[in-house]
């Protein structure tokens, strides 16, 4: 698989009342064509506003300090608004987390499925938009299309209208998908199906797609690769595998503990302990340190490089130092 996109020392920050957010801090990760990366972690993390700087789709106060984004071999770091017009979509595309904000409740279903079309191919006939509109529907698992694509977002359920929010998202068929946490606002049923669909659809139209989420769980079912973000850093990266049988970060442990199925036999979930550090001044070192019950002396001092522990498996912790104390792993491999 070749590299489709390449993101190298990217950080971006918002300016606000309080000061400077360093929302993303010197992000670097690759995707190749057809793979799925799951980008993991806490709520405020940096997860959402990574994939939107990608896209470029951040608000008037935010700024790429640094860094590069390549997609497909080109530099798209400097471009403009007008040069992004002609890759949203085509390029690259997204679904966002909530469907019912994401659609527009005066429009159609169809007509809005149709609406993305027609912005790729503006010079479709009626008869293959509606034919177009229809095999969209289809290959999302809208039953009876022709009588849907008539309906309102509100006469669907909230997993049809995250269907319905794929089928626009796939209207260009972009070579890249970001998913935005795609299942949280659905019930446990519900995100089965969706995930279900996801793979489905990464494996008819060979899309590569980046899975925002919170939940391990749903990683262990989509992802071919884990990224671990903290504070606005992804802290470890590696194959699903090695994430979830040899995780080397103390976070990537402590999200870890958390699942219900490490739980089981106890009365409570494990929770992190303390709470995520204010991004308009980062702590000295390693910024999980406060929460970290292994850390070290040094963590307090000195932010830790990215050390290698197999060709694809990274993590930023001191742990990994040959110096450091060896350590278990409490997780010990854990089957989700």
Known sequence: MSELLEVKNLSVSFSTSSGEVQAVRNVSFSLKAGEVLAVVGESGCGKSVLCKSIMKLLPSNAKIKQGSITVNGADITAYRERDMCRLRGKLFSMVFQDPMTALNPTMTVGAQIAEAVRVREPGISKTG???????????VGIDSPGERMEQYPYHFSGGMRQRSVMAIALAGNPRILFADEPTTALDVTIQAQILDLFRDIQKKLGTATVFVTHDFGVVAGVADRVAVMYAGKIVEIGTAEEIFYDARHPYTWGLMKSLPAFSKGQDTLYTIPGMPPTLVNPPKGDVFACRNEYAL???????????????????ATWLLDERAPKVVSPVGGIKV
């Open 129 to 139: 938009l509606r034919d177009r509109v229809m095999q969209l529907m289809d290959l």
């Open 297 to 315: 002396e040094i963590d307090y001092q000195e932010e830790p490089p990215m050390f290698r522990v197999t060709d694809t498996h990274y993590a």
